[in-house]
């Protein structure tokens, strides 16, 4: 069963406090390691895709990074804004004609202090 | 371009009603996705349709049930309502499966 165990479960920073999120996963083979950002209240808004070991893609002051066991969200400098809930989730190699579900860790609450 | 859209916002119901809930995705997604979210949890997994047929359902009891339209608009339905139904329940749209785009969620409060 794909399992995915986000940390901390909350983490209050101090602007231009920069830090990082983890993202811990097991699955029976990894399509792709998903962030998304959600408010209260509100649906969760895609960040970013990563596919394979290595990979890393940048989004402002969000940089998202994968290994074989885990992912991390690094957050540069952060502003009031960026307070949110950051949640992630992986999508498994599945047989052609089945369901592409996501699994989602419980998420990360962020609080970025001014 | 409009995002995934979802009706209604907010919902109130009783035990033992039943609920359906609206999805339209966004123009050109083909697959639509269902979520429930319940408070301090991340989404999990109900029901996934692409060009009309499920994919696939989670582990979720048989009073949950859901539909997709010619459109590709899609319907989640839930029977004899329990309290622990309520949650924040999310339709996520995309075309090619990898990226799912959510809209803003239904909020649905049983008493």
């Known amino acids: 069963e794909d399992q995915v165990t986000q940390s901390p479960e909350a983490l209050r920073l101090q602007e231009g406090e920069s830090s990082s999120l983890n993202c811990s996963y097991t699955?029976?083979?990894?399509?792709?390691l998903f962030w998304y950002r959600q408010d209260p209240g509100k649906g969760p808004e895609f960040l970013f895709t990563?596919?394979?070991a290595g990979e890393e893609k940048e989004k402002e002051r969000l940089k998202a990074t994968l290994t074989k066991k885990e992912s991390f969200l690094h957050i540069t400098a952060p502003k009031p804004e960026d307070s949110a809930t950051y949640l992630c989730?992986?999508?498994?190699?599945?047989?052609?004609?089945?369901?592409?579900?996501?699994?989602f860790g419980s998420g990360t609450q962020l609080t970025v202090l001014p | 371009d409009a995002g995934v859209t979802q009706s209604p916002t907010h919902l109130i119901k009783t035990r033992g009603q039943h609920v359906t809930l609206r999805c339209s995705p966004i123009?050109?997604?083909?697959?639509v996705s269902w979520y429930q979210q319940v408070l301090g949890q991340g989404p999990q997994f109900i029901f996934q349709?692409?060009?009309?047929?499920?994919?696939g359902r989670g582990n979720f009891p048989d009073r949950f049930s859901a539909r997709q339209f010619p459109n590709y608009s899609s319907e989640l339905n839930v029977n004899a309502l329990l309290l622990g139904d309520s949650a924040l329940y999310l339709c996520?749209?995309?075309?090619?499966?990898?990226?799912?785009?959510f809209g803003p969620g239904t909020r649905l409060t049983v008493t």
């Open positions: 996520a749209s995309s075309w090619n499966s990898y990226e799912q785009y």
């Open positions: 699955v029976s083979g990894l399509r792709g």
């Open positions: 990563l596919y394979s």
């Open positions: 989730a992986v999508r498994a190699f599945q047989q052609p004609g089945s369901a592409r579900q996501l699994t």
């Open positions: 123009s050109g997604h083909k697959s």
């Open positions: 349709y692409y060009e009309k047929e499920e994919r």
